[in-house]
């Protein structure tokens, strides 16, 4: 009877060891594909902040990721400055006029 109680004893800590093992290796899988991400946006000059929300089940999903949100992020960046900058120069204004007023707020102390 007690060898059937230590057998028993003995299949649930191999198992909870197994559990146990098995969440560090996610945990570990986790941690080097958010380090891949950071590097990945970091590389095209996003922040690498956006990491944790592109990560993908293995590491070229995460590229994938990368790449579709810098694809978007960079057309969403394109079309608001396009909103934001005139089309064309004020009228007004020319280059030679530009530096004659420049050259008029300096002042030598």
Do not use: W, Y
């Not at 986790?30 to 690498?48: F, I, T, V």
């Not at 293995?58 to 969403?76: Q, S, V, W």
């Not at 909103?83 to 204004?93: G, I, Y």
């Amino acid at each position: 009877m007690d060898d059937i109680i230590h057998e028993n004893q003995a299949a649930d800590t191999v198992s909870a060891l197994t559990a146990e093992l098995e969440a560090l290796r996610r945990e570990k899988q986790g941690r080097h594909l958010l380090d891949c991400a950071r590097e990945g946006l970091r590389s095209r000059g996003l922040s690498a902040g956006f990491a944790p929300f592109l990560l993908g089940e293995d590491e070229k999903l995460t590229a994938r990721n990368i790449g579709e949100f810098e694809k978007h992020f960079t057309a969403a960046l394109a079309g608001e400055m396009a909103k934001r900058l005139p089309k064309e120069a004020p009228a007004d204004f020319s280059a030679d006029e530009g530096r004659k007023s420049v050259r008029r707020g300096i002042r030598k102390v």
